[in-house]
């Protein structure tokens, strides 16, 4: 006698493009270091992002 395994249905990922979760979280994650690299430059140099830029 064989033994039968119970069918078990597959786990299909979420779509890694457009406006989902992991989108979402990737997005704010990218949003936070930015901010942290901008205050990073801000401390170093001792001006603002616009005049580090030059724009001001």
Known sequence: MAKTEPTTTPKIEDPKFGFNTYAEKLNGRAAMIGFL????????TGQG????????
Not at 37 to 44: D, K, M, N, Q, R
């Open 37 to 44: 690299i901008t205050l990073g430059i801000e401390y170093a």
């Open 49 to 56: 992002l616009l005049s580090w830029l030059g724009l001001v």
